[in-house]
């Protein structure tokens, strides 16, 4: 199998990590209020705004932003393996099945919010489109973003029918019984999973059209499709939020959404692929995002230690703090992905690998690999 991007360029394959670095800044904004568990009564004027700002800029964006990212790993994965004349099967089900079981006991143990485990299943459903020619997953990617997670909400929205796929499987278990503890929590995150599929889909197409190769190419008019998607995304989110009823808004919200996600996702490609001095304002982002396993724990855990009531089980009521307002739980975020930004750089100084990402590779791989640099 040829690849497009069998040439890519030391900076195009760190643009991967710059932009997986701030998908995992933007999903981080968004779970700030719900790891502190927010105080909404009597917001002041700067907290409504940090809220308004988070909801019109990140809400609903990050997730797909990040799922994008996700899709492309899946295939570069794929792609790398099978060039070595691997069978990329075995390794990617291992890698899956542990993001899964990483993602679960997450989600039941320290915090609801949990997205591993709706990825690693999205991941074990993408494995047999693997193969797919690029057509195929582009349409796809618009039939679940465009036929499902849209067209469920106008279906919801003006109609009587109601297409929920969690209800779904809830009516498909068996009646008057009692289940596991946690099968109501997986069933809500595979709904969540088909919803997302879509986005998962435009990752994996994005790379194999070859976008990161020809980054440099026709610009401009990449640039003003940027600048479309941004504005029509960001607009329409900033009308939703406000409540707008008109029908050009009302039910769109799984469009406007991921406007904002292809916006800022091309965006940052063309900035990164640039000459210009803008592309140093992604640089930071580079160790970040070679270590985003490892910070997206990290992140849970420092939230549901320091604030009570937020986290599970064993974190339920440990913290210093009692839920508190936006603009507090918002500076305590941003001091926390400023040390993680800081001290990233430092850790792959020392060491080859997150400590997660290091866990994951070999249980990925059933071989050891080496953690520690060795100091010439």
């Not at 040829?2 to 933007?26: C, H, K, M, W, Y």
């Amino acid at each position: 199998m040829t690849s497009p991007q069998e040439n890519i360029p030391g900076q195009r394959i760190n643009i991967l990590d710059q932009i997986r670095g701030v998908a995992l800044f933007a999903i981080f904004v968004v779970n700030i209020f719900g790891l502190a568990l927010v105080n909404p009564a009597n917001p002041t004027w700067l907290g409504s705004s940090i809220e308004a700002a988070v909801a019109i800029i990140f809400e609903d964006s990050a997730r797909p932003l990040f799922a994008m990212m996700f899709g492309i790993s899946l295939v570069l994965i794929f792609d790398q393996l099978h060039k070595k004349g691997t069978n990329p099967y075995p390794t990617l089900i291992r890698r899956l099945v542990i993001l899964f079981f990483v993602g679960g006991l997450h989600g039941f143990f320290i915090w609801a919010g949990d997205i591993l485990l709706m990825y690693a299943s999205a991941g074990l459903v993408l494995l047999s489109c693997l193969r797919l020619p690029t057509n195929w997953l582009l349409g796809l990617a618009f039939l679940f973003w465009l036929g499902y997670s849209t067209g469920v909400d106008l279906l919801d929205g003006y109609t009587s029918v109601q297409m929920n796929s969690e209800q779904w499987m809830k009516d498909a278990l068996p009646p008057n019984q009692t289940y596991p503890v946690g099968v109501e929590y997986l069933l809500i995150e595979w709904s969540t999973m088909i919803d997302h599929l879509g986005y998962f889909f435009f990752g994996m197409y994005a790379y194999r059209s070859g976008i990161f190769s020809r980054a440099r190419e026709d610009r401009d008019l990449k640039w003003r499709f940027v600048t479309l998607c941004l504005l029509a995304g960001l607009l329409g989110k900033a009308a939703l939020f406000v409540g707008s009823g008109s029908p050009l808004v009302a039910h769109l919200d799984d469009v406007y959404a991921f406007l904002v996600s292809l916006g800022i996702g091309l965006g940052l490609l063309l900035a990164g692929t640039s000459q210009k001095s803008i592309s140093m304002f992604l640089i930071p982002f580079t160790a970040v995002g070679k270590l985003t396993f490892t910070h997206y724990l990290l992140q849970s855990v420092i939230f549901v230690s320091l604030f009570r009531e937020s986290g599970r089980t064993f974190f339920d009521g440990m913290g210093i703090w009692d839920p508190p307002g936006y603009v507090f739980a918002f500076a305590i975020g941003m001091l926390v992905f400023a040390a993680q930004l800081l001290a990233s750089p430092l850790w792959l100084k020392y060491f080859y690998y997150g400590p997660l990402e290091w866990v994951w590779r070999i249980g990925t791989h059933m071989k050891w690999v080496p953690m520690i640099r060795r100091r010439s």
